[in-house]
């Protein structure tokens, strides 16, 4: 069966970077893009970003761009995404999310928190 | 980018009860649109794709209908554990992907 398993929570300080991991299994990883959405707490769903895992190419929400970065190892069926320059907006549970036209399936989410 | 408008923002109803939301689109996205449940400290789960085909597993009480501009997921028979918040995404020109703002779902 389909499963996305990220990494575990963080807490990091404001100017600092994140690199959060999604694995995926019970799939060809490079056949699906893998996108990132975002949700603060008590809030809605943002879009982050999206990568195609056979290319490599990858694109963000422009409010996201010039501080994300989105890389894969398909070698270990694993994608990335990082963000940096980190500020307390940014505290919020990543999820990533494989899509097949609209998102099928989710990872189980990790919660980044940024605080000083 | 396409802007999805959902409505409302929450609502409150009986078990049995018929429910409706809406999701309007900034311009025609065909039939490019998701329905999503979400309950506290879950990853959404997808109930509907393509507008109105019902996700494999989803209770039949759940169906949506629509396409370019306005879109609804109607919840028929309400149930106790259909107590969540629903979210609408839209994928017609992806990327980007854009959801609409949720709608929470109370049982009276």
């Known amino acids: 069966q389909v499963q996305l398993v990220q990494s575990g929570a963080e807490v990091k300080k404001p100017g600092a970077s994140v690199k959060v991991s999604c694995k995926a299994s019970g799939y060809t990883f490079t056949s699906y893009d893998i996108n990132w959405v975002r949700q603060a707490t008590g809030q809605g769903l943002e879009w982050v970003g999206w990568?195609?895992?056979?290319?490599?190419?990858?694109g963000s929400a422009q409010k996201f761009q010039g501080r994300v970065t989105m890389t894969r190892d398909t070698s270990i069926n694993t994608a990335y995404m990082e963000l940096n320059s980190l500020r307390s907006e940014d505290t919020a549970v990543y999820y990533c999310a494989r899509v097949d036209g609209s998102i099928d399936y989710w990872g189980q989410g990790t919660l980044i928190t940024v605080s000083s | 980018d396409i802007q999805m408008t959902q409505s409302p923002s929450s609502l409150s109803a009986s078990v049995g009860d018929r429910v409706t939301i809406t999701c309007r689109a900034s311009q025609g996205i065909r039939n490019a649109l998701g329905w999503y449940q979400q309950k506290p400290g879950k990853a959404p789960k997808r109930l509907i794709y393509?507008?109105?085909s019902l996700q494999s597993g989803v209770p039949s009480r759940f169906s949506g209908s629509g396409s370019g501009t306005e879109f609804t997921l109607t919840i028929n028979n309400l149930q106790p554990e259909d107590c969540a918040t629903y979210y609408c995404?839209?994928?017609?020109?992806?990327?980007?992907?854009?959801f609409g703002g949720g709608t929470k779902v109370e049982i009276k």
């Open positions: 990568m195609n895992p056979n290319s490599g190419n990858t």
């Open positions: 995404l839209q994928h017609d020109n992806y990327p980007p992907l854009a």
């Open positions: 393509v507008a109105s």
